[in-house]
């Protein structure tokens, strides 16, 4: 099982619709958690940091559910902007703390 | 803003021979990634580097990848002899510290023919 796991898509949707990604981690002991964004071809670029109360920013929402070891991101009113590949980033079951990247959800925003 | 330096940001090369990447951290940043990305994957980590030493690099395939980071600042990452497998952009980060948030640098998008 990889430590970490996504949904590759690739996520179809209109403009203005709602679209949520999760990622499941395997290693119960990560304290830290991210999204990132990257575009084709270009570097990763960090979307949102994911606490454990949730937070938000603008139209995203990022979810960390500890007990199902799963995190989420929720892009309200999507724009064709948005379509990229998105990152799941989880702390590692080593002790060094390795981030280890998911493989990506892809989104595409068609008009 | 403060970024992420690599170079070459791209490199075409031969099997067989060797190439060398660079990479220049945000001033500050204690912690040093190098990652491999495929296309259609998402990064691996092959060395992290605490300062000057080398705290992880249980995926970097030591026969022919060396990484070195001797005064705790830049960073420069080797193979050799290059394979057509290792195809791929090579992507460096930095971070303040151990397990926070990552800043990447622009890739070096690596063919070997």
């Known amino acids: 099982r990889k430590e970490v796991e996504q949904d590759p898509g690739p996520f179809n949707v209109p403009e203005g619709a709602t679209v949520a990604f999760n990622c499941t981690y395997s290693n119960s002991a990560s304290q830290s958690f991210f999204w990132y964004r990257q575009d084709c071809r270009k570097e990763p670029k960090l979307l949102m940091s994911?606490?454990?109360s949730g937070n938000e920013d603008g139209r995203f929402t990022a979810q960390l559910n500890r007990a199902s070891q799963y995190i989420s991101l929720l892009i309200r009113d999507s724009k064709l902007s948005d379509s990229a590949t998105y990152l799941c980033?989880?702390?590692?079951?080593?002790?060094?703390?390795?981030?280890?990247f998911g493989q990506g959800t892809t989104l595409q925003v068609k008009p | 803003e403060a970024e992420v330096a690599q170079s070459p940001r791209y490199k075409i090369t031969e099997k067989s021979q060797a190439v060398a990447f660079w990479c220049d951290p945000i001033s500050g940043h204690a912690t040093l990634y190098w990652y491999r990305q495929i296309l259609g994957q998402g990064p691996e980590l092959l060395v992290q580097f605490q300062d000057e030493s080398v705290v992880d690099d249980s995926q970097l395939p030591k026969d022919r990848f060396s990484a070195e980071r001797l005064k705790g600042v830049d960073s420069t990452l080797k193979i050799q002899p290059a394979e057509l497998g290792d195809s791929a952009m090579y992507l460096c980060?930095?971070?303040?510290?151990?397990?926070?948030?990552?800043?990447f640098g622009s890739g070096t998008q690596l063919s070997v023919l």
């Open positions: 994911v606490y454990s």
């Open positions: 980060a930095s971070s303040r510290g151990r397990n926070e948030k990552l800043f």
């Open positions: 980033v989880v702390h590692g079951s080593s002790n060094t703390g390795k981030l280890i």
